[in-house]
């Protein structure tokens, strides 16, 4: 499975959720499956889907998505740490590692390689790191959402990247119906 193929399984979960994607293909896949005023597409900060997620889950009392990709999770480390110390039981991350950078042409990730994002997470301090194939996604997302324990979740799946537009929606108007959609 590819990445688009489990967004595609987890959309029904992600739904009545708050969820903040990485940039890139990963927000033009989940805006093509399922577009909802309750995703937030990251359009350009690499590195900080992760972060932003967590901060979100701190300040109000819904779930928490955060989707991330390896190269993004690599590109920021400190988010691993960072969310160790600052328990958040409404947060989930949820790194879709497919050893490569998506977005940018999938050069590899050394997490394609010899390192193992669910043991940096462990080794940064967070409790509840679950790895796991990409065709148990949903099952483990489900579980980490009725756990209301926050969670890191490492799916292992197969590079490669589904065809589809930019998202042409300005970043204010995803912005400002994400607010709302926090507000409800």
Known sequence: MIRSEILKEIAPILRDQLVVCNIGIPSQELHAI???PTNFYMLGTMG??????LGLALVQPKPVIAI???GSVLTNLGTLPTIANNTANNFILLIIDNGSYGSTGDQPTYAGQKTSLAAV???CGCDHVVECQAE???KVLQEALDSSEMTVIVC???SGNAKNPVITMDPVVIRDRFMKAVQA
């Open 68 to 70: 991330d990709g390896d």
């Open 121 to 123: 997470a462990t080794a």
């Open 34 to 36: 399922d577009d909802q």
């Open 156 to 158: 292992k799946c197969e």
């Open 136 to 138: 148990d996604t949903g």
């Open 48 to 53: 900080l889907a992760s972060s932003i997620g």
